[in-house]
């Protein structure tokens, strides 16, 4: 005998029939029935044919739209990846996982775990090749920051898989040649003592009366953290807030807009919080200059007298982006000065190629507090570093050049020995003293970036990652604060089978590995049905009341944000265990269609190779508009079904079909 359900529909007739689909549905025929009759109004009988030929239908109706569907297809794009981290070594307690360098705006922090964590799992998205791991001491200074790949499943890191990772190779440094002569300036302001003039009538000061310059023989290094174009276009880029020659709508350059925030007037120096060494790494430049790049150093309480005498050592004869930073792995021509920002412009703007930066990290050394002592890698602490840049200092045919050219990074020094701003630069007086350096935290990494007398004042010369237990609670943070990763779950309701536009219900989890905390939020309801997400046996909410939508007199809801973008959801924290992965039954979400007081149809993750009511997402991804079919907005989507590995269609959604 044929089954008939005789099933009450409202004189304006729902936007769409009811329908099972070929999926993982869980509740009571008899709950459609009793919940259809909740929306009643005017009233009709209709005769819904025997269920197991409605599903029938649907998985016909799907083979039909987009062919067989791959026995392996899951309809989950979320997968999971294991870090595996040995780091004891070099003093690593923690580790972080990001989608790329934490700053940046499109970085995501997929995990935080310490490394006493048995299981140190974290989704990503399938298809992902690299992560950017940082591994942090006790005290929370980075210690390792870098591009891994995902292999297998795995990201394996340890002191000896990468040879950035190890520590430098020990090498015997030791100082060099003290530059005997190296310039001289005049005291026309009467700031130093006349005994040091030249004579009583000329107050010109010989620079090695004041101090000793030396070269360093055996400075260590090695290759440092690799950044992507993409990664700090959000700082170097046309909009970056070091953009290359960038001003803002005032007409300022970087150096003056960043005034109140980053104070380059007051210059740059770090100070040692505790004893260890210190390292910065040549990440980026621009620069046509050819410049050396040196430190200095003095103990707390020192005079300004001792300050302006302690020793200077050139840390690198080659200051320059082609000396110091490869691109792909390849270095750069020697005169390529220019490159980097032509390859963010070119990146930015003209949809280039994202090239891996890999700069080099040298380590400074510590002579003991007069400076010319037992070379040691260790600072004490209290110790004040300061840097100085000598300006295309590798062009000068002479030594005698040097203290003409030199910029310290504090202004104060500059201004005793007469060094002042670029003079033709429009934003300040001539006589300003130099002030050149300034420094900030990009994702929790301390950056020192430079001017080199460009005449733009756009601090993006050269930028250095600074690592050491150095104080830096006053360095502030303006790099974006990395969001959660996100998933989108998109489900089809009870519609017909001429619709797919998996807009019905659509909601965003987000979660941080090692976190027992996920947040949902609800972001499309373009069906007009009463749906609830559940997490668990947990009932979170009905999509259109959380997005702030009661029912119309005809009992039924009205569609939300699948034409454009009218109401914004809210975060729903959910509790979830230690191990809550997204790749595991889509994280155990579901949907519950047309509720009754007692039951509802519950649509929960699809069974592999089955038609799917639901697929899951990541966070990236846009929804169909309203009744256009997920094949049109996205033309690979039947490629998908067909095979579980073609897995980049939704990165390519088709002009005007989409909601975001």
Known sequence: MQLKIIIMQTHHTLRKRMKIKKTALSGSLVAIAAAAAIMSSCSREVELINPNQVVQDYSNGWDNKFGNIDENQDWNLATTATVNINLTAIGATSVEVYSSLPGSANSTKMAEFSLGTANMAFDIAKGTSTVYVVAKDAKGNVVLADYYAVEDGNVNVSAGNKAKTRAITTRSVSLATNISA?????????????????????????????????????????????????????????????????KDSEGKCNRKHWEAQLKPSQGVEYVMESAGPMEISFMYGGTVKKNKFGYLYYRNGATQDEILRAPRYILM????????VKVDGVAMGSGDGMKLPGLVTGYEMYNGNDCLLTGTTYKLTYFGEDGTGTPSDNFPAGTHIVFFEIIDGGNKQSETEYGYHIRYSLPWMNKMFYYKNYENHPSYEVEDSAKDFVTYKWGGQIVLGMEDEGGDDDMNDILFFVKGNVKDDDIPDIGEDPEAPSWIIACEDLGDTNDYDFNDVVFKVSHVAGETTAYVTPLAAGG?????????????????????SDKKADGSYPIINTYSITAQGQKIPVNVPSDFSMANNMGGFAIQVVRTHTNAITITAPTSGLAPQMFCVPGTWAWPKERVNIED???????????????????SPEEGSTIK
């Open 528 to 548: 007009v049905l009463e749906t609830y997400i559940i997490y668990g046996n947990t009932e979170l909410g009905e999509t259109h009341q959380l997005l702030g």
């Open 182 to 246: 190296f310039g001289n300036f005049r005291d026309e302001n009467h700031l130093w003592p006349s005994e040091l003039w030249d004579n009583q009538w000329n107050p010109a000061i010989d620079f090695n009366k004041v101090f000793s310059l030396y070269r360093l023989n055996g400075v260590q290094t090695r290759d440092a953290s690799s950044c992507k174009i993409s990664d700090i276009i959000d700082i170097v880029g046309q909009n970056g807030v070091f953009g290359e020659q960038g």
């Open 633 to 651: 907005a996205y033309r690979q989507f039947a490629n998908w079904s067909a095979n579980s590995n073609n897995i980049e269609w939704y990165n």
């Open 317 to 324: 004869e080659d200051a320059t982006p082609q000396g110091n």
